[in-house]
């Protein structure tokens, strides 16, 4: 009789399925490319993985993540075939296909090739890095920045480089995943306050008087578009003697003077109490993110930023493509065209009677509640030749599933009636 069994391969690095027969092992064939272990030392040597053993629990159906495969043109995205208009993207000024952008990022390439073959601290570090960190800086008013290789390796290892043992960090309840993350590696205490609940944040300072304390949150919360109260968020670190740390990736170029984001609206940027985290891969079009604050933080993160230190640069196209999309963006004046918008597709799912919560920036959630209702609604939407994912749990909280609707700059007053359109037969029907 044979039975199933999985043994670990040294050379792939992954359980090979195997049929156990009697007192002979054939192992499942491996590919042409992979170096054969003799399956006799592999299977006394190894330990074999029962098929009972289940190393990741279920996922229920309704809750399953898969792949959309799909190519963007501008607003429009392909899918089998089909091309829909994209209101699921989060390159909210369309600066991802702007000519300026894609012409920097090339002629980078032209001249320095693609990788940058080490990380910073080796010999990755281009002076496109420094160029970006410079504008960037500037613009947003702060001493310094730092470029990292994504947000969310500008969270981790913010935090893990700040939140030292005997750290309190004090987190909204919805912050974004990466912010989770980085204070789960921290060695730091965490305490969690309701979402946007300034009396519970205040309850929670006043329990913990610690003397190293961060608050942590998001700027405009990625799920839900609705924004943090920096103005009330500094005045308490003020009075508490705390640090803040805001993660506004949806911020930026969205809202704000010029799009500089929330710290920029509440005119508390450059404060010496505030760390901002900020993403080249949405508004900007391009892919890193960085790190703004005073010329300490910043030296101190350049010494003890492990997932910058470790990690290998960005490619030179990356930074070269977020400076020439720095530049649009305050030429071209995107972020005013966003708001118009943004506001044009409030008024429309307002006048239809959508039940839209309460959100000013291009992230306009429709809660639906169950699962299965988000994913009815995105599969409808996709047959009036929309695409709008349907964000389900963990992602958001349980019994909240939705569609995430997102407006861009490049959208046209057409492609929002007729989404609003749409969403009315979606919905009503
Ligand atoms: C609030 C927030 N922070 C950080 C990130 C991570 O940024 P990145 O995609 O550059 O890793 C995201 C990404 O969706 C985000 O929404």
């Not at 009972?52 to 629990?57: E, I, P």
């Not at 239809?352 to 919560?357: K, S, T, Y």
């Not at 306009?364 to 599969?379: F, N, R, T, V």
Request: aromatic share 6%.
């Amino acid at each position: 009789m044979q039975s199933a069994q999985q043994v670990w391969c040294v050379v792939t690095g992954t359980w090979q399925k195997t049929q156990v027969g009697g007192s002979s092992v054939s192992r499942k064939r491996l590919t042409p490319n992979d170096r054969k272990v003799d399956s006799d030392d592999m299977a006394s040597s190894m330990p074999v993985m029962p098929d009972s053993c289940n190393w990741f629990s279920p996922v229920a159906e309704s809750r399953q993540r898969a792949f959309t495969r799909s190519q963007r043109f501008g607003v429009w995205i392909e899918i089998d075939g089909a091309r829909l208009l994209n209101f699921s993207s989060n390159d909210y000024l369309g600066l991802s296909f702007h000519p300026a952008v894609q012409q920097a990022a090339i002629e980078t390439i032209r001249h320095d090739g693609f990788g940058s073959g080490a990380s910073r601290l080796v010999s990755g570090d281009d002076p496109l890095l420094h160029e970006l960190e410079d504008a960037l800086a500037r613009w947003k008013e702060y001493e310094a920045a730092l470029v990292v290789g994504s947000g969310m390796l500008a969270n981790i290892g913010l935090l893990n480089a700040l939140a030292q043992r005997g750290t309190h960090l004090f987190c909204d309840k919805l912050n974004h995943a990466s912010l989770v993350d980085g204070a789960r590696l921290a060695r730091s205490a965490t305490h969690r306050y309701a979402h946007l609940d300034l009396a519970g944040l205040e309850r929670s300072l006043e329990t913990h008087p610690a003397s190293r304390r961060i608050i942590v949150s998001d700027g405009v919360f990625s799920m839900d578009g609705d924004c943090a109260d920096i103005h009330a968020l500094m005045q308490l670190a003020e009075t508490c003697d705390a640090l803040v740390i805001l993660d506004d990736a949806h911020g930026l170029g969205t809202v704000g003077p010029g799009g500089r984001g929330l710290a920029a609206e509440a005119g508390v940027q450059g404060h010496a109490r505030l760390i901002e985290v900020g993403t080249c891969g949405k508004a900007l079009g391009a892919y890193g993110a960085f790190i703004l604050g005073s010329s300490e933080i910043i030296e101190g993160l350049r010494q003890r930023c492990r997932t910058m230190i470790y990690s290998t640069a960005l490619p030179p196209c990356a930074p070269s493509a977020a400076l020439a999309a720095l530049k649009v963006l305050q030429e071209e004046s995107l972020p005013q065209k966003l708001q118009e918008n943004v506001k044009l597709f409030l008024h429309l799912a307002q006048q239809a009677g959508l039940p839209f919560v309460a959100s000013r920036t291009p992230i306009q959630p429709l809660i639906l509640g169950s699962d299965e209702a988000a994913l009815q609604a995105s599969s409808r939407l996709r047959e009036h030749g929309f695409f709008v994912s349907a964000i389900r749990p963990p992602a958001v909280l349980e019994g909240t599933a939705r569609l995430r609707i997102t407006v861009s700059a490049a959208h046209k007053v057409e492609h929002i009636k007729n989404l609003v359109k749409a969403l009315v037969m979606v919905i009503n029907t």
